[in-house]
């Protein structure tokens, strides 16, 4: 558990106060804590908001937080910004970890007393903590709404599987086996891919197109990325004579949107306000010696899956209860987000060392 005990009130829906009681510090008072977080795609639309979320921490902790990233996947990009940071002075440094070659230069950092966590993509052989999703178990989740949305396990036909960066990240990696291995519950249905349909959200749309064409029997398409939902969605929108089911990942406004007209059916949330907010906390908290837990033993905390379809939103660590309706408000909304994410900060977020596991469940 952790021993610095915070106690943020809410004073109105999403104006905020905070009160800190903390004990002894590693770092002098008059020093301020500058925090570096390090994303993978500036401007995505889902990792804007794990960026907000690591801004809100700092500014509710006092410390500041610096977000900077790459405009697309580039391991040896981030890891030049990482080290930028660095020179700069940064206390701490929070990052997705996009690509072995980040491995080494991460752990130097890391022995040379830099503490560091991951965040939404890891790596596991650096020695740093992760705060992400249960990548294999969400992409069975995912697979089995699919399949039955298309009928249940005594159907037949054909299901499309899109990977934005296919064998280049295990994370999503993981979630397409899972998405596969809950397919194969229907013995009838043929999958295929995962195929490569790119990051950018243009490319990802005429990758989707293109692999549409080719399969205009396929009755199901589920992507593993953030663009994909959208794009299903579009693409169902302009050819509503041959209805599919799609899915995918991630709660940002243009994906809700799709869900909202009836064109694509789920899409799941990885909780982002946990993966921004959570890296900050742990690392401001071992920076002022708040914690005895050592980073560089790594570990693995759940930030949990959020399951939306038109009709339902389900949301985990117990979070209060949310219509689509109000959904939408808070991806919209940085501000209506802090607000409703309360009770995470009051709970495994404040408590986060008892919510630990080995680093090895994060794939099962």
Not at 176 to 194: M, N, S, T, W
Not at 269 to 284: A, D, I, K, S
Not at 314 to 322: F, I, N, S
Request: hydrophobic fraction near 45%; include cysteine; proline fraction near 6%.
């Amino acid at each position: 558990m952790s021993k610095n005990r915070r106690l943020l009130a809410l004073s109105g829906a999403t104006a905020l106060a905070l009160a800190a009681v903390v004990g002894p510090t590693a770092q002098a008072q008059d020093e301020p804590i500058k925090i570096g977080v390090v994303i993978h795609v500036i401007g995505n639309p889902f990792i804007q908001q794990i960026a907000d979320a690591a801004k809100q921490a700092g500014a509710d902790l006092g410390v500041e937080v610096q977000v900077v990233g790459p405009e697309g996947f580039d391991a040896e990009a981030q890891q030049a910004l990482v080290q930028g940071l660095v020179d700069s002075g940064v206390d701490g440094i929070a990052t997705s970890v996009t690509g072995e070659s980040m491995v080494s230069g991460l752990n130097a950092l890391i022995d040379g007393g830099l503490p560091v966590v991951q965040f939404n993509i890891l790596r596991p052989e650096v020695k740093a903590p992760y705060v992400g999703e249960r990548s294999m178990a969400s992409g069975r989740t995912l697979g089995a709404m699919i399949l039955e949305k298309m009928g249940g396990p005594g159907i037949t036909g054909k299901a499309i599987v899109g990977n934005c960066a296919p064998g280049f990240l295990p994370v999503l990696d993981n979630r397409a086996k899972g998405i596969a291995e809950a397919l194969a519950a229907a013995p009838g249905v043929e999958v295929l891919g995962p195929f490569d349909v790119k990051s950018a959200a243009n490319e990802n749309y005429a990758a989707w197109e293109a692999l549409y064409t080719a399969n205009q029997d396929a009755t199901g398409f589920v992507g593993v990325c953030a663009p994909d939902v959208n794009s299903l969605g579009q693409l169902q929108a302009a050819n509503m004579d041959t209805p599919f089911v799609s899915g995918g990942y991630d709660l940002t406004a243009e994906n809700l949107a799709a869900i909202k007209a009836g064109n694509a059916y789920v899409s799941l949330g990885q909780t982002p306000f946990m993966q921004g907010y959570l890296p900050v906390v742990m690392l401001v908290d071992k920076i002022k010696g708040e914690t005895e837990y050592d980073l560089t033993m790594g570990g693995f905390i759940d930030a949990g899956t959020e399951i939306v379809t038109a009709d339902s939103v389900t949301q985990p660590h117990g979070l209060p209860a949310l219509t689509f309706a109000e959904l939408e408000a808070i991806a919209a909304d940085p501000a209506a987000s802090r607000a409703y994410y309360q009770p995470l900060v009051d709970g495994i977020i404040a408590d986060w060392e008892a919510a630990i596991e080995p680093v090895e469940n994060e794939s099962k």
